[in-house]
């Protein structure tokens, strides 16, 4: 049996965990081009509609989730919010409030003042936002 080494242990263990909302078209090159970074794994997918999470799901081995569970899952440290840009602050805002640092799609809100909110919300939280 092949053991691992500890390094190779730890970087599993400390490696961000990943969860995207919003399973269309662009999900695909995000998922497949998320293994080539070192330090964050892909841990989770949620879209509005299952199917399309279902789908992303399978072809990446990761679990399908509701938007509510991937915000509520510990594994997921970080939310990459693909969604329609406005549905953008509502996603982020919710990931944000949840404890998550984000990353959205452009444009980050439809509207500068959503924008500002989002901003000062990842600062009193002390939350990465980009």
Do not use: W
């Amino acid at each position: 049996m092949a053991r691992s080494r500890p390094a190779e242990t730890a970087a599993l263990i400390s490696a961000l965990g990943v969860g995207i909302v919003g399973c269309g078209v662009i999900s695909t090159i995000y998922m497949q081009n998320l293994a080539s970074f070192r330090g964050v794994r892909l841990a989770a997918c949620a879209d509005i509609l299952e199917a399309p999470a279902r789908t992303q799901a399978d072809k990446f081995g990761v679990r399908a989730l509701s938007i509510d569970a991937l915000l509520r899952d510990p594994e997921v440290d970080v939310v990459v919010n693909l969604t329609t840009p406005n549905a953008h602050f509502e996603v982020s805002h919710a990931a944000l409030t949840a404890g998550k640092h984000v990353f959205s799609e452009k444009p980050l809100c439809v509207t500068v003042e959503d924008g500002h909110r989002l901003v000062q919300e990842a600062n009193r939280r002390g939350l990465r936002l980009g």
